[in-house]
Nanobody
Framework: QEQVAESGGGLVQPGGSLRLSCFSSGFTFGVYAMGWFRQAPGKAREWVGC??????????YYQDSVKGRFTISRDNAKNMLYLQMDSLKPEDTAMYYC???????????????????WGQGTQVTVSS
């Protein structure tokens, strides 16, 4: 059974850092692009960024508001996806989700409808 599970959320002060992890199982991780999304209370789910598959060369893409602060990486040997978040702001507060997209080309998608498997989410709260 295909599963995706996030971990690492918590409470952090503004300007702090947090690293989210996402473990995948039940599918061939290396042929899936992986994305991070977030959803704040009362708001729509939004794309944070994504990382392409190993098959076509690994590239990363980010939403403008997190560029230079967030870094996505993957360890294909361990079926792991990571989101390193630095210089966190209160507006980064949200439930964070990882998702897997079956890809047959380079790149990765920003639309949630393109993703096949989703985790349950991990809460990130940025507050003093």
């Amino acid at each position: 059974q295909e599963q995706v599970a996030e971990s690492g959320g918590g409470l952090v002060q503004p300007g702090g850092s947090l690293r989210l992890s996402c473990f995948s199982s039940g599918f061939t991780f290396g042929v899936y692009a992986m994305g991070w999304f977030r959803q704040a209370p009362g708001k729509a789910r939004e794309w944070v960024g994504c990382i392409s598959t190993l098959l076509y060369g690994i590239d990363t893409y980010y939403q403008d508001s997190v560029k230079g602060r967030f870094t996505i990486s993957r360890d294909n040997a361990k079926n792991m996806l990571y989101l390193q978040m630095d210089s966190l702001k209160p507006e980064d507060t949200a439930m964070y989700y990882c998702a897997a997209e079956r890809r047959f080309s380079s790149g990765c998608s920003s639309g949630p409808g393109r993703y096949n498997y989703w985790g349950q989410g991990t809460q990130v709260t940025v507050s003093s």
